[in-house]
């Protein structure tokens, strides 16, 4: 079995992958704490030949995670942000101070689509783009939804924003503070996500395949208005390009992916921007 940790800012994920088969066999999520400890909530490290680790919390957590699996398990990797891989350039002045899961995203996503415009939302939510050529431009950091909402302080943060909603539900003023907490921040996200992409393709010349991820995907996707797929595994991708070890990844295919979304005219995409800046 391959055990991919991809360690945020806030979970621990988890999952298990066949050698042989390439199927998953199992998945977790545990809080990003101190330490990470065999226990309950953990997978049986006793089936485990190989771990591959993406890890953006403090480096004391990596360390001590990857201490404690090297006295049990034969393989491990640990990714870093380099200045190229698998025909991508990093865009960071520094290229190892880009978040190691923005570059797994980003990697995943030009193995599978070539450019891309690869947004996570986690903790934090980033959006990133590769061209088609490889040529990773850096990106954009904002706050994630459920960092905006306790950054309020409203007494709202135990409400979350219930991730079935229809997004122009979402969309609509609030008429109590929860409602309006979330609507707002909601708002904001998507509204940064639509308009940076704009941006960024009309800068560019270029209408590029959006993929998401993280926890928040889903919802954030509601409110998306151009055409993307969501891609739960996308930093477990960037594991399985970096460090292929099935018959399957090393033949450059990675499980879970979406089908690649064909982006609309760019012309559509300057439209849509020129409105936005007409308001
Ligand atoms: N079951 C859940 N537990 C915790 N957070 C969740 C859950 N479902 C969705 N979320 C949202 O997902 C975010 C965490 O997403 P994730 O991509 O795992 O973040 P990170 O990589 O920063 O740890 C939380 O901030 C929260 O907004
Ligand atoms: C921006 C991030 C905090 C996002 O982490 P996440 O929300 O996935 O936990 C992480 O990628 C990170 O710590 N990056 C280092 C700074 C940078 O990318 O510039
Ligand atoms: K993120």
């Known amino acids: 079995m391959i055990l991919d940790l991809d360690i945020g800012n806030t979970l621990s994920k988890w999952r298990l992958k066949d050698a042989d088969s390439s199927e998953i066999r199992s998945r977790g999520a545990v809080w990003t704490r101190e330490e990470w ?3 309950a909530d953990i997978p049986d490290l006793d089936v485990v030949e190989a771990v591959r680790i993406s890890s953006v919390a403090r480096k004391a957590v990596l360390q001590e995670t990857v201490g404690l699996l090297r006295r049990r398990v034969g393989t491990v990797h640990v990714a870093r942000s380099t200045h190229e891989a698998l025909g991508v350039s990093n865009g960071y002045e520094e290229p190892g101070k880009l978040g190691v899961d923005r ?3 980003a990697l995943a996503g030009y193995q599978l689509a070539g450019g891309c415009c690869a947004v ?3 903790s934090a939510i980033t959006v990133d783009f590769v061209l088609p050529g490889g040529r990773h431009l850096g990106g954009y950091i904002i706050p994630g939804l459920r960092l905006m909402k306790e950054s309020l302080k409203l007494g709202t943060r135990n409400v979350a924003i219930d991730p079935d909603s229809e997004a122009e539900e979402l969309l609509e003023p609030g ?3 929860v409602e309006a907490v979330n609507h707002g921040i909601y708002m904001a996200a998507v509204s940064a996500v639509n308009r940076i992409y704009s941006e960024v393709c009309d800068q560019q010349d270029v209408a590029l395949p959006m993929l998401l991820t993280g926890g928040d995907a889903r919802v954030v996707s509601r ?3 151009v055409p993307h797929a969501v891609w739960p595994d996308m930093v477990y991708g960037g594991l399985e390009a970096c460090f292929p070890l ?3 990844e090393r033949a450059g295919r990675l499980s879970g992916a979406p089908r690649v979304p ?3 005219a760019m012309e559509k995409i300057r439209a849509a921007l020129a409105f936005s800046m007409l308001l």
Do not use: K, L, Y
């Open 262 to 264: 064909s982006p609309v």
């Open 223 to 225: 409110g998306i208005q």
């Open 103 to 105: 570059w797994m995203g």
């Open 37 to 39: 400890r065999p226990g």
């Open 246 to 248: 099935t018959a399957a």
């Open 120 to 122: 996570d939302c986690g």
């Open 175 to 177: 008429r109590r503070t």
